[in-house]
């Protein structure tokens, strides 16, 4: 089974997924240390990840004390994982803001795991734009006796799904042949399902399921497709071809819905995407190559 990550929960669409008690969460330290606290008091449940809230703190202007963060980490052992205080490339990308980021990040790893009782459960960021040369040091690096065994990969958005395969391509090659070839991967911000399949992630996660069902979509065999009730945008469920309509209400009533619901309520959108991705994580069959070695004939 794939560890999907479900980010964004909370109100309604938390207390559906809870439904799934399998299904692992990530939860930001910044804004959602209720959330995190309310979780950890269900039985069973899936596995955690804590991220740092950087994303936030590159957008919004909001701080992350880094010795706050450790204390919290030091509280609660029980938790799986940790992403370290990385600094995202903000505003834009280019080689100076790459270069900065990788460098601090790097800086606040160190600065971390120098100071937390368990330093393994911390997962050092390599954003996209960054040179290979600091996911080379990462992946070499040796703390105590052991290698990192979890490391975040940041993903290419906005851009074709064949230019992020090239992406993870490059990723794997350097990390099948680093010191540290077992290394365990999460990939930040993914659900194209597709390329999870592709590549040996550990891990993911995204706020798709969420997203989609917010903007009148939900996830399907034949894509992303829209089932909204409002006439004036594109996402309007009668606009769809007849054939596309049946093989979807086909799939929906599979899951157990009716397109009905779908159309008029998007809470029941959300609903039905986390039972397809649920659906996704517990037949998971990674379908990518054994070796990444051919890809130095590409590139």
């Not at 606040?108 to 996911?135: A, K, T």
């Not at 054939?243 to 779908?262: C, P």
Request: hydrophobic fraction near 35%; glycine fraction near 6%.
């Amino acid at each position: 089974m794939f560890n999907l990550f479900f980010a964004g929960a909370t109100g309604k669409n938390a207390e559906y997924l809870s439904r799934h008690p399998e299904a692992c969460r990530l939860y930001s330290y910044l804004n959602d240390k209720k959330s995190i606290e309310r979780f950890y008091m269900m039985k069973p449940r899936g596995k955690l990840m804590i991220d740092s809230g950087a994303f936030s703190v590159a957008h919004s202007g909001k701080s992350v004390d880094i010795d706050d963060y450790i204390n919290f980490i030091n509280r609660h052992p029980e938790v799986e994982h940790f992403i370290e205080l990385d600094v995202i490339p903000y505003p834009i990308l280019n080689k100076e803001t790459a270069e900065y980021s990788a460098k601090k990040s790097w800086e606040n790893y160190l600065y971390m795991i120098e100071r937390l009782d368990n330093p393994y459960v911390l997962m050092p960021v390599f954003h996209f734009g960054e040179s290979i040369e600091y996911l080379r040091q990462m992946l070499n690096f040796n703390y105590k006796g052991k290698f990192i065994p979890f490391i975040c990969i940041g993903g290419r958005h906005g851009v074709s799904e064949k230019i992020q395969s090239n992406y993870f391509y490059k990723i794997f090659y350097e990390i099948e042949n680093s010191s540290n070839p077992n290394v365990k991967v999460h990939v930040l911000g993914m659900t194209i399902l597709s390329i999870l399949e592709k590549f040996p992630f550990y891990s993911a996660d995204s706020t798709t399921w969420l997203k989609q069902g917010t903007v009148g979509t939900i996830l399907t065999k034949k894509g992303v497709i829209p089932v909204s009730s409002r006439k004036d945008t594109k996402n309007c469920y009668d606009s769809l071809s007849n054939n596309l309509k049946q093989a979807v209400e086909k799939e929906v009533n599979e899951l157990g819905y009716d397109i009905n619901s779908l159309v008029s309520c998007d809470y029941q959108k959300q609903y039905y995407n986390i039972d397809y991705v649920m659906r996704w994580v517990k037949n998971y069959e990674y379908k990518g190559p054994k070796s990444f070695k051919f890809i130095n004939k590409l590139f």
